[in-house]
Nanobody, 122 residues
Framework: EVQLVESGGGLVQAGGSLRLSCAAS????????IGWFRQAPGKEREGVSCISIRDNNTYSTDSVKGRFTASSDNAKNTVYLQMNSLKPEDTAVYYC???????????????WGQGTQVTVSS
């Protein structure tokens, strides 16, 4: 059974940091791209960072570039999202997802976690 389990969300003040974790099981980790997405109330789900597990290349969207960084621990089948200099507009439910393509499109990802809430207070 494929599982992606996020953890590490919470409440933080603006300017603070959080590290999200995504523990993966049930598929060949090295063959996939792990994407981090977020969805704020009333908004569409959007990609923020992704990492190609096999070659460890990481990518971030302009809205988080320089603040968010994806990384992986292949021995633990776990991907992390380090979030620094958090802003109130980063408040959202954050999801990790596994897919075969480096993409910001939701439909390119096959498996999804349940999400973890991140709230940034001003």
């Amino acid at each position: 059974e494929v599982q992606l389990v996020e953890s590490g969300g919470g409440l933080v003040q603006a300017g603070g940091s959080l590290r999200l974790s995504c523990a993966a099981s049930g598929f060949t980790f090295d063959d996939y791209v792990i994407g981090w997405f977020r969805q704020a109330p009333g908004k569409e789900r959007e990609g923020v960072s992704c990492i190609s597990i096999r070659d460890n290349n990481t990518y971030s969207t302009d809205s988080v570039k320089g603040r968010f960084t994806a990384s992986s621990d292949n021995a633990k089948n776990t991907v992390y999202l380090q979030m620094n200099s958090l802003k109130p507009e980063d408040t959202a439910v954050y999801y990790c997802a596994a897919g075969r393509l480096l993409s910001w499109e939701v439909y390119d990802y096959d498996y999804w976690g349940q999400g973890t809430q991140v709230t940034v207070s001003s």
